[in-house]
């Protein structure tokens, strides 16, 4: 299986680089690019809780929604608010460490699926073949599996029914888009056997948009909102304060 003769083991090799190099580039972006301000966690108001008795403030206005897993950590059911100057979202929310294990580890398996397919054709060899589904199972079970144990693991820290609420000015908002625009900033890669199953879920309902972390990152948000016209509404709102709209 690992007997290669020199030039094959070059293809396979350049490969195995050129991929790994296209995932951690990816990833990289994903986690660490920097944005123009800086958000804050705090713990969320009764209102933003989802909470009897919260009261919606007057100008405020508040959206329920399901979060993707990208890279603002949501995950599960969360509550947009909207106030004037600001907007805060709660709801389940990953560590930031613990995230981004998840999405390196699921991210290199799924990349090095293909240097495995190439060996197999270079080489003629099945067990290759057999290595890189085994590679590509692996991949997507820390995936999915994650993804299912996210809202869980973040509903464990709500204190007294209030969730962790991630605050930033609607100023900072960038790049608000309606359908497939939720996989920017790195997802189109870490999920691209996945991704245009979930552009077609997405197709008018998930709102997206970039805004900054509590640690000066921007991240992507990805809500779905059940119905086309609530989406459309929350996204005129969200660029109604200067957000630039996605061609």
Do not use: C, N
Not at 77 to 96: L, N
Not at 187 to 202: C, Q
């Amino acid at each position: 299986m690992f007997d290669m003769q020199v030039w094959q083991l070059a293809v396979v090799a350049i490969v195995a680089i050129v991929s790994l190099a296209w995932m951690s580039r990816a990833i990289l972006r994903l986690t660490l690019s920097p944005a123009s301000g800086q958000g804050t966690v705090r713990k969320a108001t009764a209102i933003e809780s989802a909470l009897v008795g919260g009261v919606v403030p007057e100008g405020a206005q508040v959206f329920d929604g399901w979060a993707y897993r990208v890279g603002a950590r949501f995950a599960g059911r969360v509550r947009i608010a909207v106030y004037s100057d600001r907007v805060a979202v709660a709801g389940p929310r990953v560590p930031r460490g613990l995230y981004q294990v998840w999405v390196w580890v699921q991210g290199l398996l799924l990349a090095l699926v293909i240097p495995a397919l190439v060996a197999a054709v270079v080489l003629l060899d099945w067990r290759w073949l057999v290595a890189a589904i085994g590679l590509f199972i692996a991949s997507y079970g820390i995936s999915f599996a994650g993804a299912g144990l996210w809202p869980g693991l973040g509903e464990i820290l709500y204190e007294q029914g209030h969730p962790k609420a991630l605050e930033f000015p609607r100023a900072s908002i960038s790049e608000v888009d309606i359908g497939k625009g939720w996989a920017k900033g790195g997802f189109e890669v870490v999920l691209f056997p996945y991704k245009a199953g979930i552009d077609r879920m997405s197709e008018g309902v998930a709102v997206s948009f970039f805004a900054p972390d509590e640690h000066g990152k921007q991240v992507r948000f990805a809500i779905d909102l059940y119905t086309k016209e609530y989406a459309r509404e929350l996204a005129e709102v969200l660029e109604s304060e200067g957000a630039d709209r996605a061609a």
